[in-house]
């Protein structure tokens, strides 16, 4: 009888740990699923209300009105939106497509050029860049840079010009960090094999390695796009808030965030349903953007 308690007892004890194991690691999906789920209910939720509280107004006024319209005048019903439309674009543009070539050439030069020793100060000040607080940006950019631009050019420096630059510096460090650490993921052997057939350093990197890491680095271009789109306060502070369509880079505009930054806080009826709106166009713009990244990282899957 001992002899059989002996023989059955490590193999209730296996079954008693393996059963413990496995509720254990129950838990851990349950708890995974839920903090996935907060996340997407997060999501669903913000854009139901947004969307609830914006597209009324759409119905009262006018889709065409709203983002057609070139007047924003709320207390006289005027809620067009194309002045902040045009003045959002602008400005992402514009700061994507400088931040894009300086990123891209840093990403370089940190991923293949630099000595170790000066890309050990390079890296950590790109990352001291995206930890600054979008405040101290526009802080810097209203005493420096708007008073700098106003010297040069006139107008008093607060200008599309101006929310560009700063944008520009605020959409760096995204950029560089996904396009460098594309560039380190290429494989070993596509460098070997053109520098073997005779090609040079510059060229190796130009027709062999950023080609190949072209779907990370549009996806880190992309990724800045929508930080760029969806800044508020740095703008705010420099580019001058006025609710016109902007005719050259040294006019004064104001884009989506801005218009509803400023006046959310005694907005009502009418009004807020309109900056609602403001939101939503916001929100789609956003959404295309992600929809974007999506593809490409399918693309970069399946090429590979």
């Known amino acids: 009888m001992v002899k059989k308690l002996k023989k059955i007892s490590p193999e209730i004890f296996g079954l008693n740990r393996f059963r413990l194991s496995r509720f254990w690691e129950c838990i851990a999906e ?4 839920l903090c996935a789920s907060v996340a997407v209910v997060s999501v669903v939720v913000i854009a139901v209300y947004v969307f609830y509280s914006g597209l009324p107004v759409l119905g009262k006024v006018g889709l065409k009105e709203v983002i057609f319209g070139t007047e924003w005048k709320p207390l006289e019903g005027k809620f067009g939106l194309l002045p902040m439309i045009i003045a959002s674009l602008l400005t992402t543009l514009g700061a ?26 390079v890296r950590p000040a790109v990352e001291l860049l995206a930890g600054i607080p979008s405040v101290v940006y526009g802080f ?23 929310a560009i630059v700063i944008l520009t510096v605020m959409v760096l460090p995204t950029i560089i960090s996904i396009a460098e650490n594309s560039l380190r993921a290429v494989p070993s052997e596509y460098k070997e ?3 073997a057939l005779g090609a040079s350093k510059i060229q190796t990197i130009f027709k062999v390695q950023i080609p190949a890491a072209k779907s990370g680095i549009m996806a880190g271009i992309v990724l800045g796009m929508g930080r760029a789109i969806g800044e508020t306060m740095a703008v705010i502070l420099v580019i001058g808030n006025t609710p016109q369509i902007p005719t050259s880079l040294l006019d004064r505009a104001r884009t989506l965030t801005a218009n509803i930054a400023l006046e ?35 693309k970069a899957g399946a090429s590979r």
Not at 101 to 114: K, S, Y
Not at 273 to 294: C, D, K, R, S
């Open 30 to 33: 349950k708890t995974l699923l």
């Open 96 to 121: 994507v497509t400088l931040a894009a070539f300086i990123g891209l050439m840093t990403a370089v030069f940190l991923a293949e050029i630099a000595p170790a020793g000066l890309a050990a100060i």
């Open 140 to 162: 810097f950019g209203l005493i420096v840079l708007v008073p700098l631009l106003d010297e040069h050019f006139g107008g008093g420096g607060n200008s599309l010009l101006a």
């Open 193 to 195: 094999g053109s520098l």
């Open 264 to 298: 959310m806080s005694y907005a009502e009826g009418l009004h807020q349903e309109a900056l609602f709106a403001t939101g939503v166009v916001l929100f789609v713009f956003i959404m295309l953007l992600n929809i974007a990244v999506m593809f490409l990282f399918r």
